[in-house]
Structures are given as C-alpha cells and as structure tokens.
C-alpha cells in the first residue's frame, strides 16, 4: 500500500524558515516523480513544485520561486521542501503527492507573528 | 495555462444523482482532467482521469461504480449516482500543462457537494 507521511509543519514568524519532509513506503520511491501541493484554511489546492525521480530536474510555481527548494533522498525514500523567507500567505496544510494519484494526509504551516 | 473553473457549490438528496462540472478555459479543449474528492481534514482521493473520450486509465482505489465522468468541449463531468451520505465531500479537478521547469499543474477551486 502507497504511504506518504508529511512532517515538519508548525507555527513560524514571517520571514522564517522550516523544511517539511515526506515519508514514502509501499512502492519504488526511486521511480517516481513528486510534487508539493498546498491549500490555505478553506481554500482550493495550489501546486507549489514538482522533481524528478533522480533529483536532476525541478519545477516551482512562481509564488515560491527563490523561496522554496524542493529536493529527495532515494536512499531514505523521502522528499523535502525547504521554505526560506516565509510569508503570511504561505499559511497553508502542504501535501506531497506521488505522480497524481497518490496524496498523504499533509503537515500545517502556519507563518505568523 | 489552462485555467479551470468548477462551481463553489451543489447538493443533492441521499439516493439521487449529481453531476459536478469542471470547465477548461478557452484553447485547451484537448486536455485530461483528473478529480479528487476530498473529505474534511482529509488530504486528496484520485477519483479518476476524464478527456473528451471518456475516463483515461483506471479508477481510483475503492471508488465504486457510482462514480463516473464524461468529456465534451471545454467540459470535464463528474457524476455520481445514487448518492451516499460518504459522498459529501469537497471536490477537485486538476490538469498538468508544460514541461521541464515551464511545468505547472493547476486545479480549480473545488465544488462542495453537500447531501440533503
């Protein structure tokens, strides 16, 4: 069974920095590509960035360009997101997904003062 | 990019039927659509893929057969038949678009379905 575990979430003063983590277990981690996903309290999902299997290649929407890095390590089975220079507006419950079909159950950020 | 468009919200009586809309913008007729249903304080379930021809791939792990879609034009539909109270849930559609690190892959705003 596809398991993905979110984890690092909390509360951070605007222009922080946190890394979340994703755990992967029931398949071939090494095979797939990953994306972050977020969704602000009451809100629809938003694509925050994507990498390949093997770490070489990344996407970022442009609110977090700059901002956000998303990297893997294949040998822990576990995708990162770190996040620099937070903002009020990244608030949000930040989900990995493994190509579009499989979710975890998301890790809550919340930047405030 | 494509952007989509879903109503905020819908309901429908236990039993009935419903069907939940998700609109491409102009140009992108020929794009796939995924669904998701999520409940509260849940992350996303795949309900399954939708084109102009109809579902793309399998369902969903334990989507049941009430469950099924239809693509025309601009339009991507959801419906759902004999309504259950489980199905009360906000709903999702999601489309990739481009490549390499132009790659984006964008979601409407959600339907909430809520069962009367």
């Known amino acids: 069974e596809v398991q993905l575990v979110e984890s690092g979430g909390g509360l951070v003063q605007p222009g922080g920095s946190l890394r979340l983590s994703c755990a992967a277990s029931?398949?071939?981690?090494?095979?797939?590509?990953m994306h972050w996903v977020r969704q602000a309290p009451g809100k629809g999902l938003v694509w925050v960035s994507r990498?390949?299997?093997?770490?070489?290649?990344?996407s970022y929407a442009d609110s977090v360009k700059g901002r956000f890095t998303i990297s893997r390590d294949n040998a822990k089975n576990t995708l990162y997101l770190q996040m620099n220079s937070l903002r009020a507006e990244d608030t949000a419950v930040y989900y990995c997904?493994?190509?579009?079909?499989?979710w975890g159950q998301g890790t809550l950020v919340t930047v405030s003062s | 990019q494509p952007v989509l468009t879903q109503p905020p919200s819908a309901s429908a009586s236990l039993g009935a039927s419903v069907t939940l809309t998700c609109t491409l913008s102009?140009?992108?007729?020929?794009?796939?659509v995924d669904w998701y249903q999520q409940r509260p304080g849940k992350g996303p379930r795949f309900v399954m893929r939708v084109g102009t021809g109809g579902i793309v791939g399998s369902k969903g792990d334990g989507i049941p057969d009430r469950f099924s879609v239809l693509g025309s034009g601009l339009n991507r539909y959801l419906t759902i038949k004999n309504i259950q109270e489980e199905d009360e849930s906000d709903y999702h559609c999601?489309?990739?678009?481009?490549?390499?690190?132009?790659?984006?892959?964008?979601f409407g705003g959600g339907t909430k379905l809520t069962v009367l």
């Open positions: 999601g489309a990739d678009h481009g490549s390499g690190s132009n790659f984006v892959w964008v």
């Open positions: 990498i390949n299997s093997d770490g070489s290649s990344t």
């Open positions: 029931g398949f071939t981690f090494s095979s797939y590509w």
């Open positions: 102009s140009g992108y007729s020929n794009y796939k």
């Open positions: 997904a493994r190509d579009h079909k499989s």
